[in-house]
């Protein structure tokens, strides 16, 4: 492992546990505090890299923080690196889901502790509804991005679809559209 590898592991662990501890609402809701660390403030990965890994983490089956945790890791670290920011995504979550497990059984859930989780719950939503704008801006720049996705939007919030037979099917319309509208070597943004 060389030096500049290993300059690398400390920070990676750090944004990943500050993701995973102050965090709530799953890993779209952390995306944006884990991008504005690993472009902007240690400036690990270009933002384009770390939106493919971001979109990529999204699609692949399993939790999205890990998922992003080992794309981001593996691309600035190597190996040890996706172990590190593994570590960091999952520690704090495993430590603090232990104790809130214990507590939930002691503390009664009403009066300003409903109301703190009720205001947890409102913020989460707000940072999910950042990420999914930010994700757009990257992945939707064609006309037939824009028909996916719409499609895609309708038929999950209106016809209760599947989102696994969603994604499945924008897969294979985005392998057909290639394979047999756009000229094959043909570049163009989809």
């Known amino acids: 492992m ?8 400390w920070p990676l662990f750090l944004i990943f546990m500050k993701a995973g501890t102050f965090t709530f609402a799953g890993g779209l809701a952390m995306l944006p505090l884990i991008e504005k660390d690993v472009v902007e403030k240690y400036k690990l990965l270009p933002r384009e890299d770390f939106l493919e890994f971001a979109t990529l983490a999204q699609t692949l089956p399993g939790v999205i923080a890990v998922n992003c945790a080992s794309f981001v890791g593996k691309k600035t670290a190597g190996f040890i690196g996706m ?3 593994v570590l960091g995504a999952t520690l704090s979550a495993f430590i603090l889901m232990l104790l809130a497990t214990i507590l939930l059984q002691i503390i009664p859930m009403e009066g300003a502790i409903a109301g703190a989780f009720k205001g947890i719950r409102a913020a989460s939503a707000a940072l999910i509804l950042a990420a999914a704008f930010t994700l757009g801006k990257f992945n939707i720049k064609s006309p037939f ?3 996916v996705m719409l499609v895609s939007f309708i038929l999950v919030l ?4 599947n989102i696994l037979l969603v994604i499945v099917g924008a897969g294979l319309v985005g392998y057909l559209w290639h394979r047999f509208v756009v000229k ?3 570049k163009t943004e989809t």
């Not at 060389?2 to 592991?9: A, Q």
């Not at 209106?158 to 679809?161: I, L, M, R, S």
């Open 83 to 85: 172990l590190v920011a």
């Open 2 to 9: 060389g030096t500049g590898t290993g300059k690398k592991l």
């Open 158 to 161: 209106f016809f209760n679809v």
């Open 184 to 186: 094959p070597g043909g």
């Open 145 to 147: 991005s824009i028909g």
